[in-house]
């Protein structure tokens, strides 16, 4: 049941920026044929960057088990990063957003003019604001058994499914959306941090931190 919880956290923490580019993109779909090549362009990159991860996971394996948790910190930090831009941006909070907002929008432009509407383009424009999926999949990977591994990879697949479908819904709902848009700067911190603190608790590292 950890594991379940703690991949759940990972994606969610990880995806909630996805939220908002599937609800553009599936706003912009015309056909069945678009949304499901908006589907499966977003298969193929969150899986990619899953992968990505576990590779470069597995490679660090051979370092002790205890010193792999220090990767634990990097969510660590990104989550305080994440409240430290958080504090900055207080008093200009919808300029702001709205800012973010129309960057989202030309990017998602910009890549309509070299891949329409198909499955590169989603593919492509979900790597990109993939960074925060690596930082964060490498040190889970690492301290996760094989049977884990595969657990983690499975729920992340059906939670891709239910990420388009929420994508697809959201855009008929503007209170859900105005909800994700306002307390995302909030639900992410806490999840990296928590996500941090697990690892390092997972992997015997907080106690070699604590009595070093």
Not at 10 to 29: E, P, Q, W, Y
Not at 147 to 164: A, K
Request: proline letters at 3%; glycine letters at 8%; charged letters at 15%.
């Amino acid at each position: 049941m950890p594991i379940v919880i703690t991949a759940l956290l990972s994606f969610a923490g990880t995806n909630i920026d996805d939220i908002l580019i599937l609800t553009l993109l599936f706003s912009r779909a015309e056909t069945a044929a678009d949304k499901r090549r908006i589907v499966l362009g977003q298969y193929l990159a969150v899986l990619t960057l899953t992968f990505f991860s576990l590779f470069f996971g597995y490679n660090i394996s051979f370092v002790p088990h205890v010193y792999i948790g220090l990767f634990g910190l990097i969510p660590i930090f990104l989550g305080l990063g994440a409240v430290w831009r958080l504090r900055n941006k207080k008093n200009d909070k919808t300029a702001g957003r709205k800012e973010a907002q129309k960057e989202l929008v030309k990017l998602i432009g910009m890549l309509e003019k070299i891949f329409p509407a198909d499955i590169l383009y989603v593919y492509f424009l979900t790597l990109a604001n993939g960074a925060d999926n690596v930082s964060v999949y490498i040190p889970l990977f690492t301290n996760l058994s094989a049977v884990e591994i595969i657990t983690v990879i499975v729920i992340f697949v059906m939670l891709i499914g239910f990420w388009c479908f929420l994508g697809m819904k959201i855009g008929q709902y503007p209170l859900i959306r105005k909800f994700l848009e306002k307390y995302k700067d909030v639900l992410i911190p806490v999840v990296f941090i928590g996500l941090g603190i697990y690892i390092l608790l997972k992997s015997g590292t907080l106690g070699l931190l604590m009595a070093g």
